[in-house]
């Protein structure tokens, strides 16, 4: 997706920072190795015998915010710097 929105000059938003890193503009989502915690935590609470009905329901509250800095000069876009201020990382 990342390559064909640079192709035909789309500025992209993607939930994973790794598009952001590979040339989309920016990224907004879920902090994943915090996911990939979570997830397993629930995995060792069934491995112990709780049942799926008594776990509670969890949601992300880490997320990231990535900008290409690059990808927005290519666009011929300016970003304010108060959003850069609010990114997480700015990619150069």
Do not use: H
Request: proline share 7%; aromatic share 8%; net charge positive.
């Amino acid at each position: 997706m990342v390559s064909l929105a640079r192709q035909y000059k789309i500025p992209g938003i993607y939930n994973a920072r790794d598009d952001a890193k590979a040339g989309g503009l920016v990224s907004y989502g879920t902090n994943r190795p915090d996911t990939w915690r979570q997830a397993g935590l629930y995995a060792g609470r069934f491995l112990k015998g709780e049942k799926p009905k008594d776990l509670p329901s969890m949601q992300p509250t880490r997320f990231e915010l990535a900008i290409n800095l690059k990808a927005a000069r290519e666009l011929g876009l300016t970003i304010k710097p108060t959003l850069l201020g609010l990114a997480n990382e700015v990619i150069d």
